[in-house]
T-cell receptor, first 110, second 116 residues
Framework: GENVEQHPSTLSVQEGDSAVIKCTYS??????FPWYKQELGKRPQLIID?????GEKKDQRIAVTLNKTAKHFSLHITETQPEDSAVYFC?????????FGAGTQVVVTP | GAGVSQSPSNKVTEKGKDVELRCDPI?????LYWYRQSLGQGLEFLIY????????KSGLPSDRFSAERTGGSVSTLTIQRTQQEDSAVYLC??????????????FGQGTRLTVV
């Protein structure tokens, strides 16, 4: 199969708390895992990505972890701010095809 | 340089009519993707072009949908005999992605299709 499963579908956090979004993939040949943020009415934009030869990557308040054995990867946002409110999509590159998860609506409340 | 450009931005069409959606990828990007996003939903894969290889059409929902990419650059997504359920935002993305390595895929602003 070529599915990318993403959980949760919605996530509400208090400003300053952390948010975690988890994804699993089915194709063990997948080797590239980007995360996109889509604000209301706008196009998806890359926020961070990780390749299969790396277990963790961090960029300021966001980090991504990858467990190739379990075929899952996660996005971590620390010290959340209202501007982090958006829909987040994980994706996996599966034999050339970029397959997306269903998205997580993150709402950061002040 | 310019990013991924899609036209038109909005399209309203009558049920049963054919529509053509256009995507101009970033120059030099060998991979081009079409996705469909219904209101509040995720990114549904439609079709993928990579260089001169045969496209991956596995996501096209019916034979009313087709796409081509001329000269390895501009792509056109055609929907024949449109139905109301075709109403969605159609997003195009391009990348230097190859099957064995990934790089950032850049999205266009999308075409909002409304079938009335």
């Amino acid at each position: 199969g070529e599915n990318v499963e993403q959980h949760p579908s919605t996530l509400s956090v208090q400003e300053g708390d952390s948010a975690v979004i988890k994804c699993t993939y089915s194709d063990s040949a997948s080797n590239y895992f980007p995360w996109y943020k889509q604000e209301l009415g706008k196009r998806p934009q890359l926020i961070i990505d990780i390749r299969s030869n790396v277990g963790e990557k961090k960029d300021q308040r966001i980090a991504v972890t990858l467990n190739k054995t379990a075929k899952h990867f996660s996005l971590h946002i620390t010290e959340t701010q209202p501007e982090d409110s958006a829909v987040y999509f994980c994706a996996a590159l599966q034999r050339g095809k970029l397959q997306f998860g269903a998205g997580t609506q993150v709402v950061v409340t002040p | 340089g310019a990013g991924v450009s899609q036209s038109p931005s909005n399209k309203v069409t009558e049920k049963g009519k054919d529509v053509e959606l256009r995507c101009d990828p970033i120059s030099g990007h060998t991979a081009l993707y079409w996705y469909r996003q219904s209101l509040g939903q995720g990114l549904e894969f439609l079709i993928y072009f990579q260089g001169n290889s045969a496209p991956d059409k596995s996501g096209l929902p019916s034979d009313r949908f087709s796409a081509e990419r001329t000269g390895g650059s501009v792509s056109t997504l055609t929907i024949q005999r449109t139905q109301q359920e075709d109403s969605a935002v159609y997003l195009c993305a391009s990348s230097l992605i190859r099957w064995d390595q990934g790089t950032e895929a850049f999205f266009g602003q999308g075409t909002r299709l409304t079938v009335v």
